[in-house]
């Protein structure tokens, strides 16, 4: 438990919610989101936690983040990890669905809260979610320092595992969803959260450890129709380690197309790892239910089960990191272990003996 009152770091990233208009479009406006965070009379309000800004130098607009920038939020993080008692990552929308799958497989163990937050509108327009987002989000770590451990994103009115989320709107202020794990949390008159969503956390609190990312070099591939195995080919050439294989419906592949087949086995032989995850928002992906699928696995390729893509490229970036043999990451792949995946077994019953049944008919 805190034993005094919650102090949070704001790492501030860059993104939309502090940018300011310029002839260009939305560029980042260096001290814009600090200077209007001070002036406002709700961030300085009694039930907002006191917090500390860390700004990015340069900002960035999250459509420009690499790997390194991941590096740079964990050690800034890890830094100053004793000197506060939780951190908000405020990001750009479009990558941060990456950015929170990674820190979640960066930072481990993670006894302390991160939470990552963003607007569709600047803090400095009149019409705002920047407002809401960010107040929402430090209110949260207020009130919840000490049990809200682990990696989570707060956007509009839901709390959201990092591991599971994925941004579903270019437009609306809902921008994200977690299309295979329920909400976390729910700020509506009152901000719920369900606990037995939330990883208990290690007492007192340990500092993570920082698994560098950057080093790795992974991909993705989403099949459709048509698809000329040589467009493949490059995808999975040397360098490459990893490559998320965004197949249809619940792991399926164009199994009569031999080519295709072909060079995914001579790049599972090489040692590149092929995770396949599922193109729908919802569902899982398992190579054993349909022939279709069952020729991928046979190419070599892994279930990814009900993992986003963004999650599964943050992990083959975090495994590779760490040296792994191909078949040791092939393993571990396939094993939940931020919350990133439903495994198997888990799946509610009715839905596998229904997919069994098909899966009878191949
Ligand atoms: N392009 C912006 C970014 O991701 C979009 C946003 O923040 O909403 O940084």
Redesign the pocket.
């Known amino acids: 438990m805190a034993t005094s009152a919650p102090r949070i770091l704001v790492v501030y990233t ?4 502090g940018m300011v208009e310029s002839e260009e479009g939305y560029v980042p406006g260096p001290g814009t989101l600090e200077a209007l965070m001070d002036q406002r009379a709700s961030f300085q309000s009694e039930d907002v936690p006191d917090y500390d800004v860390h700004a990015f130098d340069p900002l ?4 420009n983040m690499t790997p390194d920038d991941w590096l740079q939020i964990a050690e800034a993080i890890r830094a100053r990890f004793e000197a506060y008692d939780g951190f908000l990552v405020v990001h ?4 941060m669905a990456f950015t929170a799958s990674a820190l979640a497989f960066m930072l481990h163990p993670l006894d302390k809260p991160v939470l990552l937050t ?3 509108l600047p803090l400095a327009e009149t019409r705002t979610d920047a407002q809401g987002n960010l107040l929402t989000s430090l209110l949260l770590l207020g009130a919840h320092a000490d049990r809200l451990a682990g990696v989570h994103l707060f956007f509009h009115d839901r709390l959201y595992r990092g591991t599971r989320v994925t941004k579903v709107n270019a437009d609306a202020f809902a921008a994200f969803d977690s299309p295979n794990f329920p909400a976390v949390g729910t700020a509506g008159i009152d901000l719920d959260v369900e606990w037995n969503r939330v990883p208990a956390p290690h007492r007192p609190p340990r500092p993570p450890a920082v698994t560098e990312m950057g080093e790795a070099t992974v991909s993705a591939f989403r099949l459709f129709p048509g698809l000329d195995a040589a467009s493949l080919e490059n995808v999975l050439a040397p360098p490459v380690q990893g490559v998320v294989l965004e197949c249809f419906g619940a792991g399926n592949a164009p199994a009569k197309n031999e080519a295709f087949l072909e060079v995914l086995r001579e790049a599972t032989d090489r040692g590149v790892v092929i995770v396949a995850v599922t193109q729908p928002l919802r569902g899982t992906a398992d190579l054993d239910l349909y022939a279709t699928g069952q020729a991928l696995a046979d190419a070599g390729a892994v279930s990814g089960y009900d993992m986003t893509t963004e999650a599964a490229l943050a992990k083959l970036y975090y495994l590779f990191e760490q040296n792994h043999a191909p078949g040791e990451v092939r393993r571990l792949v396939q094993n939940n272990l931020r919350g990133e995946l439903t495994p198997p077994e888990e799946v509610p019953p009715a839905l596998g003996r229904a997919r069994r049944r098909v899966a009878g008919y191949r």
Request: no cysteine; glycine share 26%; proline share 0%.
């Open positions: 860059g993104g939309t919610v960035l607009d999250s459509a750009g929308t479009d990558t963003g607007a569709q």
